[in-house]
């Protein structure tokens, strides 16, 4: 069966700290895997990582993937009250016999960073 | 602004009156989608849609309908109510369709359903 696990469940930081978190996947065909950050709202999207080993970043974020051992980890450096947040990581998945690839969502980290 | 738009955000109802969630995005995106997203579950796709009246069942569709008669728009339907639908449902579109990357989703603000 298809799935994404996160972890940890949810962290409690304080700023400045730097955290580390995890998503692994076991799926049939990985296409992409991506990451998103949801505060009460809607998620937004952080990174899309389609090839193993390279780092994406984006300011004090970055992310990277490791499609062998199937796993990615989101980085956040210098912590700030603003990065409070569920993080999420989906992993895209070839859907053979449907008509598109299928998004399968991780339950999130629950991320609070404190001042 | 490049948005997806969800109404109502918030509903209270109650078991087995007709609801519709509407959804409209003006990205002109073929991809758009319905998850509904539950504590300890994550985000489930419902239903999803590659183009204008191509619509197709994601994981957990039972007891919901969609239609897709403009790109722009992709309404959730609950033809009866129950309260295991109550959920926190959001809309999502995709420029990218088919066999290519679904790529970066673009989220509605969530509707949050609760059926009593």
């Known amino acids: 069966e298809d799935k994404v696990v996160q972890s940890p469940l949810s962290l409690v930081v304080h700023e400045g700290d730097t955290v580390t978190l995890n998503c692994s996947y076991e799926?049939?065909?990985?296409?992409?895997l991506l990451w998103y950050k949801q505060e009460k709202k809607a998620p937004t999207f952080l990174f899309m990582l389609t090839s193993s080993g390279i780092e994406k970043k984006s300011g004090r974020l970055s992310s990277i993937l490791d499609n062998k051992e199937l796993f990615s980890i989101l980085n956040i450096t210098a912590t700030q009250t603003g990065d409070s947040a569920v993080y999420l990581c989906a992993v895209e998945d070839r859907h053979y016999g449907g008509a598109t690839n299928k998004l399968i969502f991780g339950t999130g980290t629950l991320l609070a960073v404190q001042p | 602004e490049a948005q997806v738009t969800q109404n109502p955000r918030y509903l209270i109802t109650v078991t087995g009156k007709k609801l519709t969630v509407t959804c409209s995005q003006n990205?002109?995106?073929?991809?758009m989608s319905w998850y509904r997203q539950d504590p300890g579950l994550g985000l489930r796709q419902i239903y999803y849609?590659?183009?204008?009246?191509?619509?197709d069942k994601g994981d957990v569709p039972e007891g919901y309908k969609v239609s897709r008669k403009e790109k722009r728009n992709f309404p959730l339907i609950l033809e009866s109510p129950s309260p295991n639908q109550t959920s926190l449902y959001f809309c999502a579109s995709s420029l990218e369709p088919g066999l290519a990357l679904i790529g970066e989703l673009f989220f509605g603000e969530g509707s949050r359903l609760t059926v009593l």
């Open positions: 849609s590659m183009n204008v009246e191509v619509t």
């Open positions: 990205m002109n995106h073929e991809y």
């Open positions: 799926v049939t065909n990985f296409r992409s």
